[in-house]
């Protein structure tokens, strides 16, 4: 089966523009994270969904980000008036339920530019 | 937030050498997870540890769970050039959000 897709696979953008990004879960998980990684380190969480409602988005940076998963499935995150300093990989994981015990399968991510 | 680290930040070792790399936290952690990433993708789940003490196996891969919960450590015996890659560890944090360490580069030398 299918794991996590994510597009597009890379994004240029120049600074104060908006940004999408795309996530597809598995199919079936119920449970969505975003992940922000930066050039030499670990993943860093940014937000997480359980079904169609934002569970924790103690991770987003500011109010310039958001993200959405309006039918519980694909998840959109967003990013308004885009700063240097957001460019990074931006990683999509989904589990089965989003116990601490559930396995999160990741995508390839999205490397975002901002120039 | 609870912070790990690991070391060493980098391997150069050659081909059929033993590795290993550790990873220590401020706090205690009651799930140790050990990821790889190559280029261009997404970390991959190696192991997954739930008890203090646990010394877990996957392969030629073998964990432990730190009997202090604020360590862990993972070797990777008679290494092959498919071992390359980014080593993490990472816990949970609340019961979903996961932290990362900053990583272990590993290099091999054929």
């Known amino acids: 089966g299918a794991g996590v897709s994510q597009t597009p696979s890379n994004k240029v953008t120049e600074k104060g523009k908006y940004v999408e990004l795309r996530c597809d879960p598995i199919?079936?998980?119920?449970?969505l994270y975003w992940y922000r990684q930066s050039l030499g380190q670990g993943p860093e969480f940014l937000i997480y969904f359980q079904g169609t409602g934002a569970a924790d988005d103690s991770g987003l940076p500011n109010d310039r980000f958001f993200a959405v998963r309006p039918e519980g499935s694909v998840s959109t995150l967003k990013i308004q008036r885009t700063e240097r300093g957001d460019s990074a990989v931006y990683l999509c994981a989904s589990s089965i339920t989003g116990t601490d015990t559930d396995t999160q399968y990741f995508g390839p991510g999205t490397r975002l530019t901002v120039l | 937030g609870q912070q790990l680290n690991q070391s060493p930040q980098s391997m150069f070792i050659q081909e059929g050498e033993d590795v290993s790399m550790n990873c220590t936290s401020s706090?205690?952690?009651?799930?140790w997870l050990w990821y790889k990433q190559e280029p261009g993708e997404g970390p991959v789940l190696l192991i997954a540890l739930y008890k203090a003490g646990e010394l877990t196996s996957n392969g030629r891969l073998t964990a432990q769970f730190g009997i202090t919960r604020k360590d862990s450590f993972l070797n990777i015996s008679a290494s092959i050039p498919s071992d390359v890659g980014i080593y993490f560890c990472?816990?949970?944090?609340?019961?979903?959000?996961?932290?990362f360490g900053q990583g272990t580069r590993l290099t091999i030398n054929p």
């Open positions: 706090s205690i952690f009651n799930t």
């Open positions: 199919s079936g998980h119920t449970a």
């Open positions: 990472a816990g949970p944090e609340g019961a979903q959000k996961l932290v």
